[in-house]
């Protein structure tokens, strides 16, 4: 079965200050995995995906992430947080096998408030 | 700019009302989801679509929601008769499954109210 886990449900951080936001995840087949961003009243944005090619993966508004297969970690980074960037942050996984291909399996979401 | 349309954005009605979501999913995507949004439990799958086909509705209260894809470029989500914990955001989501990849499209939700 694939999972992921985010560690931590509220992360507030400084403006220009950087921004970490954790996943772990658990799956029995190579991970596809994913960051999706929501801002209040609009549905789920993609940020950026892993999907085996390289570990360090760039996606829109300047964020990033790191696929770390010993650690099974994607956590998802931004070297500066910017007052717009306020918003809840899903982490999610594929779900392999059978008539669940296509399904994504979504952690409890953390939200990143950024302080003046 | 290809996206997925979601009505209507808000809906209030009256415990044991009927009310219907309407999805248009990107054209060419394969694959349709429906899921729910509430504070106490997150992004919940009810339903999903592969070719029109459900392939998995084990989320959905079995007894009052129904999902259906008339065709490729509408998907609607039932529930007869609401109850206020229906209360939530309802999203419907688009991908085009092929290749691993997963990737899925978010409409911007209907927000259900019933009193």
Same mark, same amino acid.
């Given at each position: 079965a694939q999972s992921v886990t985010q560690l931590g449900s509220h992360v507030s951080v400084s403006e220009g200050a %950087?921004?970490?936001?954790?996943?772990?995840?658990?799956?029995?087949?190579?991970?596809? %995995?994913?960051?999706y961003v929501q801002y209040p009243n609009q549905g789920l944005q993609l940020l950026l995906k892993y999907t085996s090619a390289a570990t360090l993966v760039k996606g829109i508004n300047g964020f990033e992430a790191e696929f770390k297969k010993s650690e099974t970690s994607f956590h998802l980074t931004k070297p500066s947080a910017h007052m717009s960037d306020a918003a809840e942050y899903f982490c999610a996984v594929r779900v392999a096998g059978g008539t669940s291909y296509g399904k994504l399996t979504f952690g409890q979401g953390t939200i990143l408030t950024v302080h003046p | 700019d290809a996206r997925v349309t979601q009505t209507p954005r808000d809906k209030v009605t009256e415990m044991g009302q009927e009310v219907t979501m309407r999805c248009q999913p990107i054209l060419g995507h394969n694959t349709v989801f429906w899921y729910r949004q509430t504070m106490m439990?997150?992004?919940?799958?009810?339903?999903?679509?592969?070719?029109?086909?459900?392939?998995?509705?084990?989320?959905?209260?079995?007894?009052?929601?129904?999902?259906?894809?008339?065709?490729?470029?509408?998907a609607t989500l039932k529930i007869q008769p609401s109850e206020p914990r229906d209360s939530a955001v309802y999203f419907c989501a688009s991908g085009l499954v092929a290749g691993g990849y997963n990737e899925q499209f978010f409409g911007p939700g209907t927000r259900l109210t019933v009193l």
């Open positions: %950087l921004v970490l936001l954790r996943c772990n995840y658990s799956s029995s087949v190579p991970p596809y %995995l994913f960051w | 439990q997150g992004l919940e799958l009810l339903a999903y679509f592969r070719n029109r086909a459900p392939l998995d509705d084990s989320g959905m209260p079995k007894d009052r929601f129904s999902a259906e894809m008339p065709d490729a470029t509408l």
